[in-house]
């Protein structure tokens, strides 16, 4: 008890303890923003969308990560101390293990300060290939590590995966080394590490929350997670046990004013400096977009297409929003947009010479000009080939005329073939004097619809009947899998920044999975074998070039363009780069609380 | 009233046995094949063939009907297929938001509704009334779509009256903060055609021989119309309320999506999007079993109603 001469000191200190507390609440540096779309959980090797990702991303840390400012990206360390070399060829990596990082405290370490060791990090690229995890991801290491694919088999024949037993490909060498062994050399290989799908866990967090570890996500990244409302609202705030980082510029651009911004931002700091960061899963775009118009988040990231007009006609800030002092980058991301012809398909298949050339004359006629302008706003820029800009071995100076919108050669290489009208009904048709119907299938959706309604019309205006078909995406997987179709919209984002994640798609082994247009071309296939076993180098950029080259002469693909994208952030952002690989960065953001009050006290 | 209700609730087995058959053969042979959702963006058919063993849905179709059945019969409906939530836990948390926004909705909906439909039928025939139908007519022909945009633009951005969305843990934020713009978007929307049809329920009681005697009688107009043809066109009111109450349960989707609520509507619509088949066999199973429920109660209510009515 407070005797009563001490009470009005008491009263005092509790006053001022509660006038601190506020003081302290207000000036709790929070950030709002929105994802395009939900998220599904936060277990890292049991995810594969893109915001459930983009959360694992702050709550964990992968080994190694993509520098901050470098571009085209660059490899970094995180949880590991540097970036291995690759050893043998290319078929071995080691990775230390960075001393003194700890898990976010968590009822199941039971009250002790948890290490993070090369065991979590072989633990988890195991819990990629337990079949019991279904991991999506689960091919970043299959076929690629000695032994780990027979664990998985007997897995599937015993029903469950061996955590324990030791295989040559993941070898825990010490407290602080992990030495993974491939089967084949591979140069790309770290790239997965950088992903949050291999992302060290603990073990007993795993096995604590068992079925529900969706919820539970313990990782030594700058933030833990600390509400969550599915699909509606989460809460990350900053992870105590983490120990904190200085901005690196060693890659940045001294002539960058965005670079020289962000440096200014937060030199000196140590990070994070938020504390607190809330996230609004919103699928409708209006309410996102004005969400952040009237403030209540302070940034917005991909301005939806159908706003775009309004913040940012022909590609500048208007006046009106520069003088609130919003900030715009246009980011172009390391993903294709196309469309993917059937290459096993009787009529619009092969490699014979009239088949490439009404492969050529669809390319040629399909409106890719009114695409870019009508559905995209604008934001977007003519594909030349399937390397997009951003990527290593992205070659800015491949260019041609091979995907240009030009009906007038397509016309002209479909009569040279005889893809012409032989009943007089006023349609093309085959050669032979077949009718000539193209398929065109597509998902549900707006935007979707749209573009079939583009290809409709293209096709009309050089003779061509297309039917389009609408179904869910589901059973477009189906289809395009099962090889059911002529010609199907795709579309597909880096995992990580190398052409080869991009002409994969067309390696014929690869087929259907993942090439599931199915084509094979043996000298495109020669090459790509060649150019997986090169380290990074102007020969391999050489071999990527020639394979580009082939796909374009024999247009397995009607290449649409690579998207732009717009983010914008409040003046009172700062730090904010968007990273072409990375969702959001938000350990590298701070937040002017000064200035938010200053300007909504306005 | 013991005898009806158990001969009702009998009655309802058959129609449940058809409803989970339908929802059997939907999901089973039209629905799309979820292990392709799930396997990811590279997906490899041993991989495809692991997760469709996980799913039981490898099973010949005789055992993954029995399992469902077994589901609806013990409300265990297992985890989400994409979250690896329990699906139980998945509706127990949406209802709350859903029936937030929908119950006020319907009460000040079917108020303002039978309020205005009494009035309007007062005075059939004048210029007011006219004036009203039409205002309903172009009101009904408008898209829910664009009144939500218009309505979030201008009471949510324009005008800052209301915040454009979000929503909290705490059921009075909600209703005070968060519900209102939604709320009076859903009533506004759906008063047209409600007191299109209210006034036409009163205009047919109105026409009533009953109604020419009351007043006959000498009873006040408005005696006349709150208690002769109020009470009897309640009835059909109460259908057509009975028939909507199951939608409360279900929310509206594209509410739920632009105002950022976390309610049922739009978890169906995540759930379809991802082949969720778990989260979407409970959501409709259970919606029909509410809506026979519904029709039920429905029924017993017309005898409060109107004692002529005996249930037999």
Known sequence: MIDSARLPGALLLAALALLAGNTAHAEQKVLRFAFRSVETGFDPQRVDDLYSSAVNNEIFEPLLEFDYFARPVRLAPLAAESVPEPEEGGSVYTFRIRRGVYFSDDPAFRGQRRELTARDAAYAIKRLRDPRNRAPYGWLVQDALVGLDELHDEALESGRFDYDRPIAGIEVVDRYTLRLRLKQPDYNFLYRFTMPQTAPVAREVIETYAEDTMAH?????????????????????????????????????????????????????????????????????????????????????????????????????????????????????????????????????????????????????????????????????????????????????????????????????????????????????????????????????????????????????????????????????????????????????????????????????????????????????????????????????????????????????????????????????LGYLKHPIYHTRLEYLDVDVATRAAAQAR | MGAYLARRLWQMVPTLAGVIALVFVLFNWVGGDPALILAGKVPDPAQIENIRRQLGIDQPWWVQLWIFVQQVFTFDFGRSWSTNQLVSDVILSRLGPTLTIMVPMLLLETLLAVTLALLVAWVRGSLTDRVVMVVTTVAMSISFLVYIIVFQWLFGYRLAWFPVQGWSEDLWTNLVKFAPLPVLLGVFVSLAPSLRLYRSFFLDEIGHDYVRTARAKGLSERRVMLRHVLRNALIPILTYVGIGLPSLFVGSFLLEMFFSIPGLGREVIDSVNRSDFPVIKAITVYLAVLTMLVNLLVDVLYHYADPRVKLR
Do not use: C
């Open chain 1, 217 to 573: 996500p313990v990782g030594t990244g700058p933030f833990r997670l600390a509400e969550w409302t599915r699909r509606q609202k989460i809460v990350l705030e900053r992870n105590p046990s983490y120990r904190g980082r200085t901005l690196d510029t060693t890659w940045a651009d001294p002539g960058d004013p965005e670079h020289r911004r962000v440096i200014a931002d937060l030199r000196g700091k140590l990070l994070p400096q938020l504390d607190r960061v809330e996230i609004y899963p919103m699928d409708a775009s209006q309410p996102r977009f004005l969400a952040f118009m009237n403030g209540e988040h302070d940034l917005i990231q991909e301005v939806p297409v159908t706003f775009i007009n309004q913040v940012a006609p022909g590609g500048r800030l208007l006046p009106s929003l520069e003088a609130r002092g919003i900030r715009m980058q246009r980011v172009v991301p390391p993903e294709i947009t196309y469309y993917s012809f059937n290459m096993e398909h009787p009529v619009i298949g092969g490699y014979t010479p009239e088949k490439v050339a009404l492969r050529r004359a669809l390319v040629l006629a399909h409106d890719v000009d009114s695409e870019i302008a009508v559905l995209y706003k604008g934001q977007g820029q003519l594909a030349y080939g399937p390397v997009p800009p951003g990527v290593v071995g992205y070659d800015p100076d491949f260019r041609h005329h091979e995907q240009d919108y030009d009906p007038a050669r397509a016309v002209a290489l479909l009569d040279l073939y005889g893809w012409v009208d032989h009943d007089g009904d006023g349609w093309r048709d085959r050669p032979d004097g077949q009718p000539l119907v193209i398929d065109y299938l597509h998902s549900t959706g707006a935007t979707a619809r749209e573009a079939a309604g583009l290809w409709e019309k293209s096709m009309r205006r050089i003779g061509i009947r297309l039917v389009a078909r609408g179904v869910q995406f589901s059973d477009q997987l189906r289809d395009r899998k099962a090889g059911k179709y002529m010609i199907a919209a795709a579309a597909w984002a880096a995992d990580w920044p190398d052409a080869q994640n991009f002409l994969a798609l067309l390696y014929g082994p690869n087929a259907p999975e993942l090439n599931d247009n199915r084509f094979r071309l043996e000298a495109y296939d020669r090459l790509y074998e060649r150019a997986a076993m090169m380290p990074d180098s102007p020969e391999r950029n050489r071999l990527y070039r020639e394979m580009s080259r082939l796909a374009i002469a024999y247009a397995p693909w009607r290449l649409s363009e690579y998207l732009v994208w717009t983010h914008l952030s409040y003046p009172w952002v």
